[in-house]
C-alpha cells in the first residue's frame, strides 16, 4: 500500500527556513516523479515543485530560488527546504507521488 | 502559465440528482502523444485531495461509475450521476500537460 507522511511544518518568522519531510513506502520515490503541492488556509491548490525520477526538478516561479525539493533514496523520501520564508508561504503542503498519491499534509504558518 | 477556470464555483444538489462541473482551459491539453492531460480531484472536508478521473474520462480503479469525465481540447466537464451525501467537498480540474501544473479554482459541492 502505498503511504506518504509528511512533517515538519510548524510556525516560523518571516525570514526563517524550515525542512519539510515526506516519508514513502509501498514504492520507490527515485523510480517516480515526485511534487509537492500546497493549500493556502481556505484556499485551492497550488502546485510547488516537481522532481523527476531522473533527478530533473522544476519549481513555481513564486517559489523559485527560496525553495529546494531533494530526495534520499537510502531513506526513501522526499524533502522540500523551505528559506527566505514570508507570509504568503503560509499553507498546507502537501507530497504527491505520480498524480494520485497524496499524504495527509503538514501545516506550514509563517508569521511574526 | 495555462489557467484553468472552473464553473460554477458552487453547487447544492439534492440526493439522487445529477450534478455537473465545467473546467476550461486558456490553451489545449492535447498532448502530441495523443493523450489529453485533464485531472479531476475531489478533496473531502479536512481531507487531502483525491484522484478521481485521470486523462479526462479515466476513472481510477475503485472510483463510482456515478462519476465520469468527458471533453477534448480546452473544454471539459465532471458528472455525478446522482449525487450521494458522501460526494460533498471541493472538486479540482488540473493540468498537467506543461508546467507549472495548474488547478481550477475549485468547485464546492454540498447536499440540499
Known amino acids: 500500500e502505498v503511504q506518504l507522511v509528511e512533517s515538519g511544518g510548524g510556525l516560523i518568522q518571516p525570514g526563517g527556513s524550515l525542512r519539510l519531510s515526506c516519508a514513502a513506502s509501498g514504492f520507490t520515490v527515485s523510480s517516480n516523479f515526485m511534487s509537492w503541492v500546497r493549500q493556502a488556509p481556505g484556499k485551492g491548490l497550488e502546485w510547488v515543485s516537481i522532481i523527476y525520477s531522473g533527478g530533473s526538478a522544476y519549481y513555481a516561479d513564486s517559489v523559485k530560488g527560496r525553495f529546494t525539493i531533494s530526495r534520499d533514496n537510502s531513506k526513501n523520501a522526499l524533502y522540500l527546504q523551505l528559506n527566505s520564508l514570508r507570509a504568503e508561504d503560509t499553507a498546507m503542503y502537501y507530497c504527491?507521488?505520480?498524480?494520485?498519491?497524496w499524504g495527509q499534509g503538514t501545516l506550514v504558518t509563517v508569521s511574526s | 502559465d495555462i489557467v484553468m477556470t472552473q464553473t460554477p464555483l458552487s453547487l447544492s444538489v439534492t440526493p439522487g440528482q445529477p450534478a455537473s462541473i465545467s473546467c476550461k482551459s486558456s490553451?489545449?491539453?492535447?498532448?502530441?502523444?495523443?493523450?489529453?492531460?485533464l485531472y479531476w480531484y475531489l478533496q473531502k472536508p479536512g481531507q487531502s485531495p483525491q484522484l478521481l478521473i485521470y486523462?479526462?474520462?479515466k476513472r481510477l480503479s475503485g472510483v463510482p461509475d456515478r462519476f465520469s469525465g468527458s471533453g477534448s481540447g480546452t473544454d471539459f466537464t465532471l458528472k455525478i450521476s446522482r449525487v450521494e451525501a458522501e460526494d460533498v467537498g471541493v472538486y479540482y480540474c488540473?493540468?498537467?500537460?506543461?508546467?507549472?501544473?495548474?488547478f481550477g479554482q475549485g468547485t464546492t459541492v454540498e447536499i440540499k
Open positions: 504527491v507521488r505520480g498524480k494520485s498519491s
Open positions: 488540473m493540468q498537467n500537460i506543461q508546467l507549472p501544473w495548474t
Open positions: 486523462d479526462v474520462s
Open positions: 490553451q489545449s491539453l492535447l498532448h502530441s502523444d495523443g493523450e489529453t492531460y
